[in-house]
């Protein structure tokens, strides 16, 4: 089975990888908007509009918008919602709630993906700690992404990160996945399991990692408008993620501004030969430095 989904998996050259950086840091400033508006009183679609506006002002497409024929820009997902909420302008956040944020961007036709939680106002501690946790798990696994080693190593350090922190349910309806010229692909990548297990990392894979927690039971439910996902027992849900790239200099963060320096050393120490740091600089500065005439080329 591993050995087929190794023949599919989609490897980029650098000047791909250049264009999903740049549709990378699409998706990082639109998250980053609509979390600066996300406010009491403000409606789920009134923050579907800032992160619209972000990516067409970008020159960008969204992933999301029409695909499958989901609805909007964004998924904003409140409480116990975990994934695929639809943006409603009903839909008015209050003070105490947690909102995931989910979005994607496309540039000259290469995909990321990213997603952030955030509490509205002030939150409780209990559930500041479910996010910490979340956010922690996500660059835990991030850190394992290394050539040579294998997919399950990113699972099993989500899993382990996340039993570390607490008694929190770990969703396994829904899962990270390959990502480039479309926006979902193989392979899989769960959040928990064994490590040293299924196809063996390769430069030039890119692979979009998620943690999806709860805080209670993992079961989902899905709503009957056909996208919204929630937990079966109404615990508050979590949801982080990023768009990573493997490289020769080690792991580089396509989601994140700095290519996911400074958040490595905030939560996670990546493994000797994985560092994000100055050869994560290296990755960064070859491929910020290639035009977009250059991707082109290197497209065809």
């Not at 607490?166 to 390959?178: K, Q």
């Not at 408008?225 to 929630?230: C, K, S, Y």
Request: negative net charge; charged residues 20%.
């Amino acid at each position: 089975m591993w050995k087929r989904r190794d023949a599919d998996i989609e490897l980029k050259t650098p000047g791909q990888l250049a264009a999903m950086r740049a549709a990378g840091l699409v998706v990082a400033n639109a998250l980053r908007a609509a979390a600066d508006a996300a406010a009491p009183g403000m409606s789920t679609a009134d923050l579907d509009a800032v992160a619209s506006d972000t990516i067409l002002a970008a020159g960008a497409t969204s992933s999301f918008k029409g695909y499958h024929g989901f609805p909007a820009t964004i998924c904003t997902s409140v409480n116990a919602e975990i994934v695929h909420g639809i943006p409603n302008p009903g839909k008015k956040l209050r003070e105490g709630d947690v909102l995931s944020i989910d979005c994607g961007a496309i540039v000259d036709g290469w995909h990321a993906d990213a997603a952030l939680s955030i509490g509205i106002g002030e939150i409780s501690a209990e559930l500041a700690r479910l996010l910490n946790a979340c956010e922690q798990a996500l660059w835990h696994g991030l850190a394992r992404a290394r050539v040579g080693g294998r997919l399950t190593d990113i699972s099993h350090a989500v899993e382990q990160s996340v039993r570390s922190a607490g008694d929190y349910g770990i969703v396994e309806d829904y899962v990270g996945h390959g990502i480039g010229s479309q926006m979902h692909m193989d392979p899989p990548v769960h959040n928990q399991g064994r490590p040293g297990h299924g196809p063996v990392l390769r430069e030039g894979m890119a692979l979009a990692v998620e943690p999806l927690l709860t805080a209670g039971s993992p079961e989902t439910v899905l709503l009957e408008d056909g996208w919204t996902v929630l937990s079966a027992d109404g615990g508050v849900a979590a949801h982080f993620e990023h768009t990573i790239a493997l490289t020769a200099d080690g792991p580089w963060v396509l989601t994140a501004p700095d290519g996911g320096r400074s958040d490595f050393a905030r939560f996670a120490t990546p493994l000797a030969g994985s560092l994000a740091g100055p050869a994560g600089c290296a990755a960064d500065s070859r491929a910020l430095n290639n035009s977009a005439a250059g991707n082109r080329a290197a497209h065809s």
